[in-house]
């Protein structure tokens, strides 16, 4: 079941293919959030127009 800030698991399927692999920084840096994560993030905003600054933590930090 998906929460209602989420983008739905048929669609996420149908997605994650088309996200290139990502390999981690041998420099280090902060952890990345998973990939579906930041989309459900920038769905959101997108939906809400609200600023990066304030999307809610459980959808990531607004960062970048």
């Known amino acids: 079941m998906t929460r209602r800030n989420e983008i739905p698991i048929a669609l996420w399927k149908r997605i994650e293919p088309l996200i ?21 993030g920038i769905v959101y905003v997108l939906r809400t127009g609200i600023a990066w600054e304030d999307l809610p ?7 970048g």
Do not use: T
Request: no cysteine; proline share 14%.
């Open 20 to 40: 290139p692999q990502v390999k981690p920084s041998p420099k280090g840096g902060r952890p990345r959030v998973s990939d579906q994560q930041a989309l459900n």
């Open 57 to 63: 933590l459980e959808l990531g930090d607004g960062s």
